[in-house]
């Protein structure tokens, strides 16, 4: 069945295409698109369960009311017109956007390339990547330029051993939005934190590179270890004199991959769960809260210890699975794109809430955490308090905490010892 969103008019569900149905002729396509999106997604509820349970409507019925609707024209559509117009209006200013994947031909690079390209808010993809990289960035960008959509997209090579500051300039200038996945992955056995030598010269050549050409960027770092790369790279953006909020740690796979277990245990839909993930992204600083969504705070509380530690080792299972070959890609691309998409909404003008690892007061003594963050028309807007506890996550918060002052204070190290270039 297709997605369902309330219409604020009516505070009535519809699927896109009864309300694409009601509004064309009215609107141009693009501006009823906007207005669905600043709609929100529907709960389904199930047929004679609970007080005001909704029938499910026959098309038919949703059809004449579509029609009904669109000849009485009420005052109030007047005014939801009126307001999906000036929704569009914010929305026009801003977007559509020109993005960066740095390591864009890479394990998660050239998926995450392929979702960026497909939203509409991206009118230009810059693939960066290493001359000697699986595959040439500009082979990756020739193959995305093929897809019919709007985007614009180019490749971009840098000889490995260089610095980006020096190769860059095109790729980066103009873009609101710079995703890195560039860095060394894990192998079985090591841990994110094994990769922090490597990965943090990495991810710094590149912030040095953002911070010349874009500096108002939004830069979401995915290469690990995020607990640690998010802030060292934020304290050398603050050292330079830029914002550090615009530093921005991808955690969104920890919330994928809680909703579909999840949705695993609960036969749910897993695509109306949402478990928010706090903490860091690294073995037991990766905190779901269960307890927060309606769907898991279902599940009974003896089976909570496993699901929990099922989030905290997945990232391990992938690896394990691929055997040395890499780590989760596909499932990281996916959830790096809906991070990406969520932030280039936000600068849009509609406002998104999502996850993510940045520098924050949502724990008291912890200068970076994990925690919801509201995405708005600059960037970051709000970092959401973490909100009540179960007895459990009151029990692992502890854990979390007692990780994550370690590993901050490595990224905390590494700004204290290091500058980025003018
Ligand atoms: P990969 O080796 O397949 O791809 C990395 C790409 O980065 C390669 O194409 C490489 O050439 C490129 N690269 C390296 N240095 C570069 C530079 N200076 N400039 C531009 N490109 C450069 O690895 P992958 O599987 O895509 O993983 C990338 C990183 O993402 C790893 O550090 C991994 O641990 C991390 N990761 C994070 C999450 C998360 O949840 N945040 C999830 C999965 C993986
Ligand atoms: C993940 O969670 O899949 C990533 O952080 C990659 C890894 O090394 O586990």
């Known amino acids: 069945m297709s997605e369902k969103r309330i219409d ?62 669109a000849e009485a024209e009420p005052k109030a559509k007047v005014k939801a017109k009126a307001k999906a117009k000036a929704v569009v209006k914010k929305a026009a200013k801003a977007g559509p956007f020109k993005v960066c994947v740095c390591g864009g031909a890479g394990g998660i690079g050239q998926p995450l390339s392929m979702f960026m390209a497909m939203d509409p808010n991206v009118k230009e993809l810059s693939i960066f990547d290493l ?23 180019k490749g971009y090579v840098m000889p490995v051993g260089q610095k980006p ?24 056995g090591q841990t994110r934190d094994d990769l922090f030598k490597i990965n943090a010269d990495i991810a ?19 290469v690990n270890p995020v607990n640690s790369i998010v802030p060292a790279m934020a304290e050398l953006y603050e050292k330079k004199g830029l914002d550090p909020m615009k530093i921005v740690g991808v955690t969104t796979l920890d919330c994928v991959r809680a909703a579909k277990f999840v949705g695993n245990i609960t036969g749910k839909n897993p695509n109306f769960i949402n478990v928010p993930v706090v903490g860091g992204h690294a073995g037991k ?14 599940i009974e509380a003896d089976k909570i210890p496993d699901l929990d530690v099922k989030v905290q ?13 890499g780590s989760a890609t596909l499932s990281m691309g996916y959830a790096g794109a809906r991070l990406g998409k969520a932030v280039l909404a936000g600068l849009a003008g509609f406002r998104r809430v999502e996850c993510a690892y940045v520098k924050s007061d949502a724990m008291e003594g912890f ?9 708005g028309d600059k960037g970051v807007s709000k970092v959401l308090p973490i909100g009540d506890l179960s007895e459990h996550e009151k029990t692992r918060m502890e854990e979390v905490k007692e990780a994550m002052k370690a590993e901050i204070e490595t990224g905390m190290k590494y700004a204290e010892a290091n500058d980025l270039a003018a």
């Open 8 to 69: 604020p008019d009516d505070k009535t569900a519809y699927t896109w295409e009864e309300l694409a149905a009601y509004y064309k002729g009215k609107y141009k396509k693009k501006e009823v698109e906007a207005y669905w999106e600043e709609c929100k997604p529907a709960m389904r509820q199930k047929k004679g369960k609970g007080k005001g349970a909704a029938e499910p409507e026959p098309k038919a019925k949703a059809k004449a009311k579509t029609k009904a609707k």
């Open 131 to 153: 001359d000697i990289a699986m595959v040439p960035p500009a082979g990756v960008a020739a193959d995305l330029s093929h897809l019919e959509k709007k985007v614009d997209v």
């Open 165 to 188: 500051i020096d190769h860059t300039e095109a790729a980066l200038t103009g873009c609101s939005l710079v995703l890195i996945p560039a860095g060394m992955p894990r192998k079985p």
């Open 204 to 222: 710094k050549g590149l912030v040095e590179a953002c911070a010349k050409y874009c500096p108002e960027a939004i830069v979401a770092l995915i």
């Open 285 to 298: 600083t990766i905190l779901p809260l269960f307890s927060q969504d309606k769907t898991a705070k279902t």
């Open 313 to 325: 080792d997945a990232g391990t299972e992938v690896v394990n699975a691929k055997n040395g070959k």
């Open 367 to 375: 200068k970076y955490f994990t925690s919801k963050v509201v995405f």
